[in-house]
């Protein structure tokens, strides 16, 4: 996961292909268990719950900051307790290192909370 940490993400506007499932697969083992590809291969995601309303809106917001630093922003659906936070890079339709990036920064704000 440092590895991916400490990468920026860099503008993706299309022109790309998406990462190979063996590519994605290979990046997915460098975050959180509790992350898992979509099962059309385009995204990633997990599901982040939480004890009370104020907590999940904090960490949401805090996915939301990281979103802004990074200029890639996740699809987020959040209720009382919980946040599911999905990642896919939407210019190339599919999965960049950008949602690795982003996912391993989110691992990062759970692991220091």
Request: hydrophobic share 40%; proline share 4%.
């Amino acid at each position: 996961m440092t590895e991916l940490v400490e990468r920026k993400c860099v503008p993706c506007e299309g022109g790309v292909e998406p990462l190979k499932d063996a590519q994605a697969k290979s990046l997915l083992s460098k975050l959180d268990s509790g992350w898992e590809i979509t099962t059309d291969g385009k995204a990633i995601r997990r599901q982040f719950d939480f004890p009370a309303f104020g907590r999940t809106m904090a960490f949401t917001n805090a996915v939301a900051w990281v979103a802004t630093v990074e200029g890639h922003h996740p699809d987020l659906k959040v209720s009382y307790s919980r946040c599911v936070v999905i990642y896919t890079t939407h210019s190339i339709g599919g999965l960049s290192d950008n949602d690795f990036i982003c996912a391993a920064k989110i691992d990062r704000l759970i692991a220091d909370a």
